[in-house]
Nanobody, 122 residues
C-alpha cells in the first residue's frame, strides 16, 4: 500500500518559520501533482499550495509570499516552508498526492496523509 506521512508540525511563536515534510512510501511507479491542505477546527479543508512533477507551483492568496512549496523527487518528498506565521495559520496540515501505481494503470490515485498540527501562538 501507499502511505503519505507528514512531519514537522508543532507549537511556534507568531512571526517565526516552520517547515513541514511529507514522504511517500510503499509500492508505486511515480508521483504526479502534490499539494498541501489545511483545516482549522470547525472549518472546511482548504488548498494551500500545489506543485507538479515538473516543479510548477501555485498558492492560495492567504499564504502567497510567505509559504514555499518544493519537492525532492529522488526522496518522494514534498515540503512546505512557512514564514511569518500568524495565528490564522493554525490548523491541521495535510499532504496530498496523485500517484501512479504501476505501468498497467496510468490513471493516478489520490492519497492523503494523516495530518500534522501547526499551532501559532501570539
Amino acid at each position: 500500500q501507499v502511505q503519505l506521512v507528514e512531519s514537522g508540525g508543532g507549537l511556534v511563536q507568531a512571526g517565526v518559520s516552520l517547515t513541514l515534510s511529507c514522504a511517500a512510501s510503499g509500492s508505486f511507479l511515480s508521483i504526479n501533482d502534490m499539494a498541501w491542505y489545511r483545516q482549522a477546527p470547525g472549518k472546511q479543508r482548504d488548498l494551500v499550495a500545489t506543485i507538479t512533477s515538473g516543479g510548477s507551483t501555485s498558492y492560495a492568496d492567504s499564504v502567497k509570499g510567505r509559504f514555499t512549496i518544493s519537492r525532492d523527487n529522488a526522496k518522494n518528498t514534498v515540503y512546505l516552508q512557512m514564514n511569518s506565521l500568524n495565528a490564522e495559520d493554525t490548523a491541521v496540515y495535510y499532504c496530498n498526492a496523485d500517484i501512479i501505481i504501476n505501468k498497467y494503470f496510468w490513471n493516478s490515485r489520490n492519497f492523503w496523509g494523516q495530518g500534522t498540527q501547526v499551532t501559532v501562538s501570539s
